[in-house]
């Protein structure tokens, strides 16, 4: 039972380096979300995606690019690292509905990224 | 703007009683709402929900109360146990962002249950 497995869970960059962050989900949920988390405030949207191959911008995606190309896979990417996108970043990820109640979101342990 | 407040950064209660986290909301269009419970070093788990058609949902021992003419959501916890230390986010979601369901979550509130 992975649930949302996110890799790595800890990274150190320099200003200007590159990376990519991994999100993996086995629940086969179509929905999966972006979140970064910064001291004192709570989870902010960065991009989302509501289906393999879309993605949309949410509250703070300025820096980031995502993308999905397999359903179970989301990926986070900063182009040019800044020190203001030293945060927590959150993977999560919901069933669709069912006319039903509303599927919560089911988050990863996060990933620690300090950017100097 | 914050649309989702948590004013209570932090709230100490002893084990056995009760536990009262509040929330306010400031958007109209919210129909859906959550609190999530996050340890150090891992992700917010969910824990309960209640929809805007309803002023009250129980689970076990949480309760969450919604209402809408003060934009005010609370999360009760009775009796509160030590295990229940942890940091509660709570989230809204308005039918308005479409099947994705984007959450605005508040600042959290630090519980602290001691012994």
């Known amino acids: 039972n992975a649930g949302v497995t996110q890799t790595p869970k800890f990274r150190v960059l320099k200003t200007g380096q590159s990376m990519t962050l991994l999100c993996a989900q086995d629940m086969n949920h179509e929905y999966m979300y972006w979140y970064r988390q910064d001291p004192g405030m709570g989870l902010r949207l960065i991009h989302y995606?509501?289906?393999?191959?879309?993605?949309a911008k949410g509250e703070v995606p300025d820096g980031y690019n995502v993308s999905r190309l397999k359903k179970q896979n989301f990926l986070l990417g900063l182009e040019s690292a800044a020190p203001s996108q030293t945060s927590v970043y959150f993977c999560?990820?919901?069933?669709?509905?069912?006319?039903?109640?509303?599927?919560?979101?089911?988050f990863g342990d996060g990933t620690r990224l300090s950017i100097l | 703007d914050q649309q989702v407040k948590q004013n209570s950064p932090s709230l100490s209660v002893q084990e056995g009683r009760i536990s009262i986290l509040n929330c306010d909301y400031t958007n109209s269009m919210f129909d859906y709402f959550l609190w999530y419970k996050k340890y150090p070093a891992e992700g917010p788990t969910f824990l309960i929900s209640i929809s805007s058609i309803k002023d009250k949902n129980e689970d076990g021992r949480f309760t969450v109360f919604l209402n809408k003419s003060a934009k005010h959501l609370s999360l009760h916890i009775v009796p509160s146990q030590p295990g229940d230390s942890a940091v509660y986010f709570c989230?809204?979601?308005?039918?308005?962002?479409?099947?994705?369901?984007?959450?605005?979550f508040g600042s959290g509130t630090q519980l602290t249950v001691l012994p």
């Open positions: 995606s509501v289906g393999e191959g879309t993605t």
């Open positions: 989230a809204a979601s308005a039918r308005s962002s479409g099947s994705a369901r984007q959450l605005t």
């Open positions: 999560a990820s919901r069933q669709t509905g069912t006319g039903g109640p509303i599927s919560p979101q089911h």
